[in-house]
């Protein structure tokens, strides 16, 4: 069974001693894959208190390798850190920075060639939902990042339906379950070789009351887990949800 994955995204929130205390309460996880991802700043510090517990990653990368590009942020710095993973193309940086799929795909490049696992994010509109073009909007953003997928590199997508995130409406197992499987299918027709590889993951509203109705499907491989991920307790929950699940 795919080891399932459990990610904390905590946005622009946290400080040190949330660190502080997220660190004492992670259980030690030898069943699934824990990747806590703090605002960059934090990210040397939670490198220190992870005590390779769990893996941490960033919420963006730059587009480019490096250079004159005030403010911006190399995979390679990342990855020198000990970073293992770059969340990419979440919901809030396309609408917040009108970043597109283009940019969503040469950002995951950049995340891939300095070794780091690129969360590929992905999700409709309610507009889209309620439209019938859910699953063609997520199949268009999987598509586009084609040429991320067919390497055989450590990638994950997260289908994260935009309506579902920091609402407390979670898309329920069901609609989750269907999504994860059209996701599936896009990835077995562009990648053939490597799509068993590919873990999809759901994420919007993710608590500790939901994450086991959602880890009892096999189509939800892991989880990115937003609000939730800021009380350790829940998190610790979430965690012991996919522990469960894991068998
Ligand atoms: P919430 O869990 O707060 O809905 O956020 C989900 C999310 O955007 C994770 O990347």
């Known amino acids: 069974m795919t080891t399932r994955l459990v990610i904390a995204n905590w946005k622009m929130n946290g400080d040190l001693a949330l660190i ?5 309460a992670y259980p030690q996880s030898s069943k699934v894959d824990v990747v806590v991802v703090p605002p960059s700043l934090y990210v040397a510090a939670l490198l220190a208190a992870a005590k390779n517990r769990f893996q941490v990653g960033l ?10 590009h005030t403010g911006e942020l190399a995979a390679t710095m990342a990855a020198e850190l000990g970073v293992a993973a770059v969340i990419v193309g979440h919901s809030e940086r396309r609408s917040d920075n009108a970043e597109d799929d283009a940019v969503v795909a040469v950002k995951a490049h950049r995340a891939l060639e ?3 696992m690129p969360v590929i994010c992905v ?11 859910a699953e063609a909007r997520v199949r ?3 598509e586009a990042q084609a040429e991320n997928l067919v390497g055989g590199r450590a990638v ?6 935009i309506w579902a995130i920091g609402t407390g409406a979670s898309a329920s197992a069901e609609e989750a ?4 499987r059209a996701i599936r299918h896009a990835l077995e027709q562009i990648a053939p070789d490597h799509a068993d590889g590919i873990r999809i993951l759901y994420g919007g509203s993710v608590n500790a009351e939901n994450a086991a109705g959602l880890f009892a499907h096999v189509e939800i491989e ?12 829940q998190f610790a929950a979430i965690i012991r949800a996919a522990e469960a699940a894991q068998g």
């Open 156 to 161: 994950a997508i997260a289908y994260e339906p």
């Open 114 to 116: 300095a070794g780091l």
């Open 140 to 142: 268009a953003q999987v």
């Open 222 to 233: 892991g989880v990115l887990v937003g609000g939730a991920s800021l009380d350790t307790d």
């Open 123 to 133: 999700g409709e509109s309610i507009e889209e939902r309620q439209a019938g073009q």
């Open 20 to 24: 502080d205390a997220m660190a004492q």
């Open 177 to 180: 379950v269907a999504m994860h």
């Open 59 to 68: 919420q963006d990368i730059g587009q480019h390798q490096g250079g004159a």
